[in-house]
């Protein structure tokens, strides 16, 4: 039998018909519910915001997933990798403006030679800011060798979405090869955590055939899997891929865009001490939408600092915002957005998962 709202949050542990109820909570009830999570936001992480300046990298990809609009068959897609030079600079900005942390993300790519390059990249990052930045990779599945070397030389955290818990609509939303087994996805992210990395993940809300009872075991399993980061939000059509043939057939955009929101707050109950971040994807559908995660929960952005001239070949959905605008303006906008959310930004502060700490045993 269900209980109230009320009786609900005032829990921390949620089996998965409540979990249900939280998403599907309307008018006052919805209302509690990101009240709450605010304030276990305050109470647990603080309201400070920190910031991950992001790199994309590189838009040479090997994988083939159906909802990417940078996915291998994409041929619209002119490719490109940043110069060593080109991430320098950037992580150089990240530097100077007391960032703190950089993600360097890209199109996974495994080979030896792959490896190597991004090794050396961490190395001279390291190099350049005095080993004081932190570094996020988000690079895809690879092997084990690989993401020790790349602890080594400098990394600390790893962001890798499950993308949806459920193991068929895994499998609806990816070719069914060898080299988009959802058993590999689990095992990447295993691995992450054996080699000592912050772990992060995290899934699409609103993918074709994804029902809201897909949604509440996508928290079920963020939360056995006992992740460290997160970072969630609505899936958003892009025309050139697969998955674009059943547009029709998905949640309106609002709709993909509360239960996100709904999905953030519920999280940040249930695991007071990650991470979470407020993603661009929100922004894309909600003109506001990072600040309204801000408000349920989520304590981490990534403002982009991509040279601009690759930002429009890094579209992995339609109207992903920011793709016009210098670092410094990112910047400006960014700090004016968080204060008017009620937040403070941690500047020169790593932020780091104090659910990391706690599990490993730092604090
Ligand atoms: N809509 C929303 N998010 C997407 N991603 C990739 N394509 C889309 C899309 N069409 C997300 C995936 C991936 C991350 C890098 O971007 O979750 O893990
Ligand atoms: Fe990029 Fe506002 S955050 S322009």
Not at 79 to 87: F, I, K
Not at 349 to 356: A, K
Request: charged fraction near 30%; glycine fraction near 6%.
């Amino acid at each position: 039998m269900i209980k109230n709202i009320d009786t609900i949050i005032s829990k921390s542990e949620f089996n998965f018909k409540e979990i249900l109820y939280l998403l599907k909570t309307e008018g006052e009830e919805r209302r509690k519910l990101f009240q709450k999570a605010d304030e276990i936001k305050s109470a647990n992480v603080g309201n400070k915001v920190y910031f991950r300046g992001l790199i994309e990298y590189s838009n040479i990809c090997s994988k083939d997933c159906y909802y990417c609009g940078i996915r291998k068959s994409n041929k619209n897609v002119i490719r490109y990798r940043l110069a060593a030079e080109e991430v320098l600079d950037a992580v150089k900005y990240a530097y100077e403006q007391n960032f703190a942390s950089i993600v360097l993300q890209g199109g996974e790519v495994d080979s030896p030679k792959f490896t190597e390059e991004i090794e050396s990249l961490l190395v001279k990052i390291m190099q350049i800011t005095n080993g004081e930045i932190g570094i996020t990779l988000s690079l895809g599945e690879q092997d084990k060798e690989t993401l020790r070397r790349w602890k080594n030389a400098g990394a600390k955290r790893y962001l890798l979405r499950i993308e949806t818990s459920n193991t068929y609509l895994y499998s609806k939303i990816h070719p069914v090869d060898s080299k988009h087994l959802f058993e590999n996805r689990i095992k990447s992210l295993e691995m992450l955590r054996e080699c000592g990395y912050q772990v992060g993940s995290g899934v699409m809300v609103g993918l074709p055939f994804q029902t809201i009872e897909d949604l509440a075991n996508d928290l079920i399993f963020l939360r056995d899997f006992d992740i460290d980061m997160v970072g969630l939000g609505p899936y958003i059509e892009h025309d050139q891929t697969p998955l674009y043939e059943f547009r029709d057939s998905l949640w309106d955009k609002n709709t993909r865009f509360d239960l996100s929101l709904k999905m953030i707050a519920i999280l940040r109950i249930m695991m007071k001490d990650i991470n979470i971040a407020a993603t661009t994807a929100m922004q894309s559908i909600d003109k506001i939408g990072r600040e309204k995660a801000l408000k349920v929960g989520a304590n981490i952005i990534m403002p982009n600092l991509t040279p601009l001239k690759y930002r429009e070949n890094y579209l992995l959905y339609e109207d992903k915002p920011c793709i016009d605008e210098e670092a410094d303006e990112c910047k400006n906008c960014l700090e004016a957005r968080i204060k008017f959310s009620g937040n403070q930004i941690g500047y020169g502060e790593h932020g780091d998962s104090l659910h990391f700490k706690r599990r490993t045993g730092i604090i």
